[in-house]
């Protein structure tokens, strides 16, 4: 069986990252450049029903049954193929820090950029493991490139144990989860799972079951331009305007801010000259009721101002992008029971945490396939200083022997 460690880090040094506001999925035709991979090493492993969407970049291959005439539920593991656009992940150098031991860690001497548990306390509880990381230049990709290589790996543990019981198991692949496109083509029918787990958390043991309501909000503000000098009364400055849209917001309701179950607007991006300024931002919410007042919220922000500068003035754009799956869970909590043995009979201790994001098995749930999501061993995502346990993600690949072994003893 290839070593884990080696498939992610081929994995990690293909640049996948995806990119925003484009109208076509994959938002970036690199990423199939892994999708091609992954098909050929599905095929080398005896998946001959391999496929790759060469239109959308979705990867699929099966597990046939080996229970005969036995009926189990067919079970599905997904993970997503691309990178976040927030950091670039071209030239990625990943790093094994063996026997970790609890300090810093010198990214590299070139760019000064140090991995403290100062700023990310949760380091000390991985002291004694191995942890993957960067050369601070880059992110690592263990978003999800970690919960690929380990979906691989279970891949190759059935395949060369074909006396472990099992039902059909079922595998994807997808583009774009990071720009929320992840599952815009993803073909259920194709998939064929009746019950599915995204592979995509972070911290090992987590159960995700909950994440956000989410919307994204453009802002459109048009302002009128004079000379400075002429301009009392009848200058509209959009870029002053934009700052007073967003101090009419709550000032505590920021990513910054939160935690848990609170939810916030985030401002993402923002553009202002005289005549004209943008803003977008992300809405999140766990209450689907404090989610609409928060969408709410910004149109009688923009209400207010029109009827202060006039009609027009203001444009609030806004698009739902993923709803809580929690209510699509419920009805099918065997999926949690059984992750939690899963981890259980590993010796970790299960956390059941609802996401502060969202996730591609959201969406799919609320198209018909119930779909929690699982820690992948990764930390820190989008960022220079991401990094993975390599310990967890071993342990992860148990996990997932487990619960295949837990559905084949459906009844």
């Known amino acids: 069986m290839e070593d884990l460690l080696q498939r992610f880090y081929r994995y990690v040094k293909m640049d996948t990252q995806s990119q925003e506001e484009c109208d076509r999925v994959p938002s970036t035709a690199k990423q199939f450049s892994l999708a091609e991979q992954l098909l050929q090493e599905l095929k080398d492993m005896g998946i001959e029903d391999a496929s790759l969407d060469k239109e959308h970049c979705y990867v699929y291959g099966h597990i046939p049954s080996n229970m005969g005439e036995r009926e189990v539920p067919a079970i599905g593991f997904i993970s997503h193929m691309d990178t976040s656009p927030a950091v670039t992940g071209a030239n990625v150098n990943p790093r094994l820090v063996e026997n970790y031991d609890g300090g810093d860690v010198l990214l590299s001497k070139e760019n000064g ?106 802002v459109k503000i048009l302002g009128k331009s004079i000379h400075p000098g002429d301009a009392k009364g009848k200058m509209i400055n959009a870029a002053l305007l934009a700052m007073e849209f967003n101090g009419m917001l709550p000032q505590d309701a920021v990513p910054e801010k939160t935690e848990g179950y609170e939810g916030f607007f985030y401002l993402e991006d923002l553009k202002g000259q005289t005549e004209l300024a943008e803003m977008t931002y992300i809405v999140r919410d766990h209450d689907k009721a404090k989610f609409e007042d928060k969408k709410q919220l910004l149109l009688a922000i923009q209400d207010k101002m029109n009827a202060a500068y006039g009609e027009g003035t203001v444009t609030v754009t806004l698009k739902d992008q993923y709803y809580n799956m929690i209510e699509l869970i419920k009805p099918h909590m065997h999926l949690i029971e059984n992750a939690r043995k899963a981890f259980t009979a590993e010796g970790v201790e299960p956390v059941v945490v609802a996401i502060r994001g969202g996730t591609d098995g959201a969406t799919l749930s609320y198209k018909g396939l119930p779909c929690p999501n699982l820690s992948t061993g990764g930390y820190n995502f989008h960022g220079r200083y991401e990094f993975a346990c390599y310990d967890d993600m071993k342990t992860m690949v148990q996990v997932l022997i487990n619960i295949v072994k837990e559905y084949s003893q459906w009844k």
């Open 113 to 218: 950029r140090v991995l403290s548990p100062k700023d990310y306390p949760l380091l000390k509880t991985l002291m004694g493991k191995s942890i993957i990381v960067t050369d601070g230049n880059t992110l690592l990709g263990a978003d999800d490139k970690a919960g690929v290589a380990e979906i691989m790996s279970l891949v190759q543990y059935l395949t060369e144990h074909p006396e472990i019981p099992h039902g059909t198991i079922c595998i994807g692949f997808t583009p774009d989860e990071e720009v929320g496109n992840g599952t815009a083509f993803f073909d259920l029918d194709t998939f064929g799972a009746k019950f599915a787990y995204t592979v995509d958390g972070g911290t090992l043991g987590e159960i995700e079951y909950e994440n956000f309501n989410a919307a994204m909000a453009k």
